[in-house]
């Protein structure tokens, strides 16, 4: 449990380093700069939708994207990464974004699942049963569809999930300025 701990308490500070060794290995163009911005968009309309549905520490959120897949806001991220990746025209680069994710993330989603395995026992097991752990499913069933509340702008702004999206435009901006000062 050492390794999960690890990198569910560092994966922002790891990723603030993997961002500057990004950028310097990065060699954009602007068609690459808006492939993966419009990658990019997906996941952040992935994140803002699953977040306008998650009660971080309050329930057990199982409805809206959280009936489809238990990680729907990593799923987002995912798509983030692979926008990133695109964005910075650098297989290296792009190959370690994408390493960091699997191997972070793989950590991160089990130390959550543990944590709530331990909260909400055995509706949790009951839902993990029946949701996929990252990939979503194509259907639902109707219970799951209907039940709880749906989404709620109030409750993407507690979450903060604004954030993934300046992160992510920064992002772009320095790439925007990295191939800018190659042309010059």
Not at 47 to 60: C, D, M, N
Not at 66 to 75: E, S, V
């Amino acid at each position: 449990m050492t390794a999960v701990n690890f990198f569910s308490r560092w994966r922002v500070r790891l990723g603030y380093l993997l961002a500057i060794v990004v950028l310097w290995l990065a060699r954009p163009t602007p068609h690459s700069i808006l492939l993966g911005a419009a990658i990019g968009l997906i996941g952040l309309w992935i994140r803002a939708y699953a977040s306008g549905y998650l009660h971080k520490q309050e329930v057990l959120t199982v409805t809206g994207p959280y009936a489809r897949t238990r990680n729907p806001l990593y799923f987002g991220s995912a798509f983030l990464t692979l926008g990133a990746g695109v964005a910075v025209h650098s297989g290296w680069a792009a190959a370690l974004l994408l390493f960091y994710f699997a191997v972070v993330y793989t950590f991160v989603m089990r130390r959550e699942e543990w944590e709530l395995r331990q909260k909400h026992g055995d509706a949790f097991a009951a839902y993990a049963a029946a949701v996929p752990l990252f990939f979503p499913k194509l259907s639902v069933g109707k219970e799951a569809a209907e039940n709880g509340e749906g989404f709620s702008w109030g409750q993407y702004k507690k979450n903060h999930e604004y954030q993934a999206a300046i992160g992510f435009a920064l992002l772009l901006i320095g790439l925007g300025l990295i191939c800018w000062l190659r042309t010059r």
